[in-house]
């Protein structure tokens, strides 16, 4: 008698513990927006803001909604500080060229944006992965963007520059 009350004990607690632990999960991140235009801020640790949660998109954020425009980052990141209005992006920490092209028609196709805001390149100068090649690459992401988002904007910044020499004359 006293083995079966143990166990139903454990089995209660099993089934009190799992439905504690489900309630208490992180439910996906609610998009955030202030409406308007939908913009992907796509790329490496630069978009997702590695050293600075939300890095350059703080700062876009701002002067955007400061300028009365109305804009929807999307993207299936989520981070940065409450001053960084949607915290929407697309950015992925050490990703190259390649590993972006590998998953750009699911992140289009999930969120439709209207404007692509692309910064990628520097991981592959800092691996020194297939440099000569790097280019083309690049290229090919953009059209394969292109095609799948044909209305869409897509702006490509410059990489930023590095502090060590090696690294600046790769870029």
Do not use: C
């Not at 997702?48 to 700062?59: A, C, F, M």
């Not at 490509?156 to 520059?161: D, E, R």
């Amino acid at each position: 008698m006293r083995w079966n009350a143990r166990r139903a004990a454990a089995g209660a607690f099993g089934l009190v513990l799992g439905a504690v632990l489900a309630l208490t999960q992180v439910a996906p991140a609610q998009a955030e927006s202030n409406g308007g235009v939908r913009v992907m801020p796509l790329g490496d640790s630069i978009t997702d803001g590695y050293n600075v949660p939300g890095g350059y998109r703080i700062n876009l954020w701002q002067r955007l909604v400061g300028g009365g425009y109305t804009v929807d980052f999307v993207g299936s990141g989520f981070n940065g500080p409450a001053s960084l209005g949607d915290h929407d992006h697309e950015g992925h920490s050490g990703w190259r060229i390649d590993q972006l092209d590998a998953n750009i028609v699911t992140w289009l196709r999930a969120t439709d944006p209207r404007t692509v805001l692309l910064h990628i390149g520097t991981n592959d100068v800092n691996q020194n992965y297939d440099l000569a090649n790097a280019p083309a690459r690049l290229s090919g992401l953009i059209d394969k963007i292109r095609l799948t988002a044909p209305l869409a904007d897509v702006f490509v910044a410059t990489i930023t520059p590095e502090s060590d020499p090696n690294r600046e004359a790769r870029v």
